[in-house]
Each structure stands twice: as structure tokens, then as C-alpha cells.
Nanobody, 115 residues
Framework: QVQLVESGGGLVQPGGSLRLSCAAS????????MAWFRQAPGTQRELVAAITSGSSTNYADSVKGRFTISRDNAKNTVYLQMNSLKPEDTAVYYCNAETSFAAYWGQGTQVTVSS
């Protein structure tokens, strides 16, 4: 059974930083892209950042210049470095991994930005 295990969420003050990690295991096919999505209460899940196996990246406008996505292909792990966090970044953050055959999701990790 495919697993995406996220870690690194928590409570941080505005202006602070957090680093999320997501390790994929038991995926037999090559992972083409990995991404982070987020969902705040009462809103739709939205793409935060994505990265391909060739390290091409894509960011939501709201996080450009503040968040950085990276990955370790050998470890099937993706990271999200979040700096200059704002209260509006508060959400459950989900890891996503896509192969040529399926998309997989993590269980989500809560990020709360509050003073």
C-alpha cells in the first residue's frame, strides 16, 4: 500500500518559518511530480507548490518568494520550506505524488500561523 508520510507542521508566529517533509514509500512506479496543496476551513484545496522529477517548480502567486519546494528523488521525499509565514497561510497542508498511473495523497499536516 502506497504511503505518503508528512511531518513538520505546527504552530508558528507570523514572520516565522516551518519546513514540511513528505516521504513516499511503496510506490512501484516512477514518481513524475510531487506537490504540496493546502486547504483552509471552508475553502477548496489549492496548489501551493509543485516540482517535477527534473526539478522544474511551480508556485502559487500567494507564496512566491516566501516558500521553496525541493525534492530528493533517491529518497522519494519532497520538502516545503516556508518563510515569512502569514496568518493566511494557516491550513492543512497535503502532500501529493503523481506517477503515470495514479495520484497519491498524504494524510495532511496542520500549519497554524498565529500570535
Amino acid at each position: 500500500q502506497v504511503q505518503l508520510v508528512e511531518s513538520g507542521g505546527g504552530l508558528v508566529q507570523p514572520g516565522g518559518s516551518l519546513r514540511l517533509s513528505c516521504a513516499a514509500s511503496r510506490i512501484s512506479s516512477r514518481i513524475k511530480s510531487m506537490a504540496w496543496f493546502r486547504q483552509a476551513p471552508g475553502t477548496q484545496r489549492e496548489l501551493v507548490a509543485a516540482i517535477t522529477s527534473g526539478s522544474s517548480t511551480n508556485y502559487a502567486d500567494s507564496v512566491k518568494g516566501r516558500f521553496t519546494i525541493s525534492r530528493d528523488n533517491a529518497k522519494n521525499t519532497v520538502y516545503l520550506q516556508m518563510n515569512s509565514l502569514k496568518p493566511e497561510d494557516t491550513a492543512v497542508y497535503y502532500c501529493n505524488a503523481e506517477t503515470s498511473f495514479a495520484a497519491y495523497w498524504g494524510q495532511g499536516t496542520q500549519v497554524t500561523v498565529s500570535s
